[in-house]
C-alpha cells in the first residue's frame, strides 16, 4: 500500500509558477513510476506527466510540454511538478497518482496507476 498526499496548490495569476508536491509512505518509492493527472469542472481527468521510478524516463502531455517539469527525490520520496507560465486553462485539481513499476518506462494512462492523492486545487487567473 502506498498513501499520496499532494501539497502547493493554490491561487496564481497566469504569467505564474507554482510547484506542486506529492509526498509518499512505504519504503520502497523507487519501485513506483509517478504521475500527475488533472481534473477541470465538467471534464474527465487528463494525463499530466509522468516519471520512471528512477527518474530517468519521463513524459509530458502535448498541454503542458515547456512549462510544466515532473522530478522526484526518493531519498524524500517526493515527486513534484514545477508549473511555470500558467495558463486559466491550467485551472483543475491535480492529483499524484502511483504504479508499482520498477523499470525505465513512465506511465500515461490513468487506468494504469492503483494508487491516488486526494488532489490539490490549482486556480489561475487571467
Known amino acids: 500500500q502506498v498513501q499520496l498526499v499532494e501539497s502547493g496548490g493554490g491561487l496564481v495569476q497566469a504569467g505564474g509558477s507554482l510547484r506542486l508536491s506529492c509526498a509518499a509512505s512505504?519504503?520502497?518509492?523507487?519501485?513506483?513510476?509517478m504521475g500527475w493527472f488533472r481534473q477541470a469542472p465538467g471534464k474527465e481527468r487528463r494525463f499530466v506527466a509522468a516519471?520512471?521510478?528512477?527518474?530517468?524516463?519521463?513524459s509530458y502531455a502535448g498541454s503542458v510540454k515547456g512549462r510544466f517539469t515532473i522530478s522526484r527525490d526518493n531519498a524524500k520520496n517526493s515527486v513534484y511538478l514545477q508549473m511555470n507560465s500558467l495558463k486559466p486553462e491550467d485551472t483543475a485539481v491535480y492529483y499524484c497518482?502511483?504504479?508499482?513499476?520498477?523499470?525505465?518506462?513512465?506511465?500515461?494512462?490513468?487506468?494504469?496507476?492503483?494508487?491516488w492523492g486526494q488532489g490539490t486545487q490549482v486556480t489561475v487567473s487571467s
Open positions: 497518482a502511483a504504479v508499482y513499476y520498477s523499470g525505465s518506462y513512465s506511465f500515461s494512462s490513468d487506468y494504469e496507476y492503483d494508487y
Open positions: 512505504g519504503r520502497t518509492f523507487s519501485s513506483y513510476a
Open positions: 516519471i520512471s521510478g528512477s527518474g530517468v524516463s519521463t
